[in-house]
């Protein structure tokens, strides 16, 4: 089976002025369906960038990336706003939600952004925020409940519309352990479940218990793919699994 | 979808963007009186003028079209009737006298004298048209016969100096005509003889029935256009010039600065309103910028984000001058009747329509930064 989500040699230089950083360089990575991939690195290492990238929300300055078919060079902005909508699901470190709509509005924001909003599929909506354990505040705003609560908006709003890929970078940096945990696992479980394909950039090396591959970037390459559940599994708690995301990494 | 945002943004910020509309509505009665004084101030000013069956006026030369400097010869007005193209010529006499009144103050009226069924009577809805005779017959304006209650028939009292001395005189009312405000003062009318014999002069035995006149007010039988008419009464009557009826009434002493005033203010508030609007739509959307990145890194079109701010901007400006003018239409109709602020439905229209225009112009410039936000910011890139 082809992969939902394949990079070649993709690299990011920034240039300004006289300046030009690699953020990333080399990266060729296949996700496919059903996939979920935990990218880690010191902070700096390029994991955004990387994301941003596969968002078609930057563009590559080396390589080539596809996804479900599409080969992004010879996207416009519309199109690749439309692709973002149509076959990508979001979740962000912060100002996921839209403050002025409701919980179950913010889901179905992503519905409508893709005309899909029905009777049927609002009752979806309604289905995964009560999965998310969300049942008591269905019609609260953002600002009205946790941010673990917003984050699982996000994570449901990432998934109602059927995208084939699911992004999501630090979607448990304001959570405390034992709810990032809970949220992981249950967006983990929907990505297999559903057949997506998805990337999540975490800081947080515990969260790797719940992805099926841990890619490991330093200084914008990959450093380091730890490649089957049961490796990640035998890693966890060793020393030399917390030193994946140390800064001490950097060369 | 666009609607959709922006009705529910407003909606779940009822009281911030209510507050705002409220701004918006007092801009909207400040601009809407500004007008209304400007329409009731010039109404006051020339409806006697602008309601006159007559094509043009003839003025003394070189008097700047003023009614009360210009002085003619009752030989001019004989001369006038006899002008090929004329389908007739009225004589007009401007002066001030006062109105007695019962318990109140006595009110000052225009006192106008004309020849009955020319250019220069207006006709009565109430009552008879002036006669020349009887004498000592008086047409009044329907804001003289309300104020005071009267109906044709009844007796006017009016107050004259003559000389040193005060005198009263009696008047029949004959007939009501509609508004005819001139020089700020509703208006009174009487036959030449009558008008001579009683306005306010120096020598009290010095009246004539032919008196010495303003203007004479001219109607065209269409034979020529009206420049060409003009040309042909210079050509006739010496050291005289013509007006059409609108050079007349903006000619008036301080008609022009006072619209201009008028005007200036209005357009000083239209720009207030401009920059409080841009400003106000400015800060929105600044604070919102993360959440713009936010929805067009989830693939929100630009278009949709550009035109839920514009629907926003529209639905609260709409609704700021839709109070504005609710407000304004019960303040105006509890005024009392002397205050010159009028609402004509076309200056309404115009100033509402520009109303709901400034909200997008003064909108524009955040428009264009929520156009211009990068999806990249949600990354926080
Ligand atoms: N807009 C930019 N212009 C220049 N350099 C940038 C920009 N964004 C990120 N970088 C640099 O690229 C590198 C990778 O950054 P980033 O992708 O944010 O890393 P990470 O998400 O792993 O912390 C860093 O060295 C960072 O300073
Ligand atoms: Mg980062």
Known sequence: ?251 | MAIYLSFKEIWRNKTKYFLFSLVIALISVLVLFTAGLGEGLATNNKEYLEKLNADLLIFQKDVSFSTIESRLDFKKFKRSKRIDGLEDAGPIAFSNVKVITQNEEPIDVSFIGVEPFTPGAPDAINGNNLQTYPSKMVLIDENIANLLSISPGDILTIKSTQGTDDKLFDLTVTGITSGQRYFFRPSIFVTLPTWDRYRPKSDPNNYSTQPVLNVIAIKSNGKYDLNRLSTIISDTLDDIETADIVTSYESAPGYSEQQGTLNTIKGFTFLIGTLVIGGFFQIQILQKLPQIGMLKAIGAPNGLVSSAAISQIIMVSLFGVIIGSTVTFLLASSLPSNVPVYFTPSSVAITVVTLIFIGPLGGLLSIRMAHKVEPLTALDM
């Open chain 1, 1 to 251: 089976m082809p992969p939902i989500l394949s990079t070649t040699n993709l690299g990011k230089t920034y240039r300004s002025n006289n300046q030009s950083v690699d953020a990333v360089s080399e990266v060729s990575i296949n996700v496919g369906s059903g996939e979920f991939v935990a990218l880690v690195g010191p902070s700096g290492s390029g994991k955004t960038t990387l994301l941003a990238m596969l968002a078609t929300l930057l563009e590559s300055s080396n390589g080539t990336i596809a996804v479900d078919g599409y080969a992004f060079d010879q996207m416009n902005a519309k199109q690749r706003a439309r692709f973002r909508r149509e076959k990508i699901g979001f979740t962000f470190q912060d100002n996921n939600l839209v403050p002025y709509l409701t919980a179950i509005e913010n889901v179905e924001l992503m519905l409508r952004l893709n005309s899909k909003y029905n009777a049927s599929t609002s009752t979806r909506a309604k289905d995964l925020l009560v999965r998310l354990g969300l049942q008591d505040q269905l019609n609260s705003l953002p600002s009205q409940i946790s941010k673990g609560q917003q984050q699982r908006i996000a994570i449901a709003r990432s998934l109602i519309h059927d995208p084939r890929v699911v992004l999501a970078d630090e979607p448990t940096a304001s959570l405390d352990t034992q709810r990032a945990q809970q949220v992981v696992q249950i967006f983990a479980d929907l990505i297999h479940e559903e057949n997506r394909a998805g990337i999540m950039v975490t800081h947080d090396l515990r969260m790797c218990k719940y992805v099926d591959r841990v890619i490991q970037m330093v200084d914008g390459s990959i450093n380091r793919i730890i490649e089957t559940k049961s490796d990640i599994d035998l890693l966890a708690g060793t020393s030399e699994f917390d030193k994946l995301s140390a800064p001490e990494l950097i060369k």
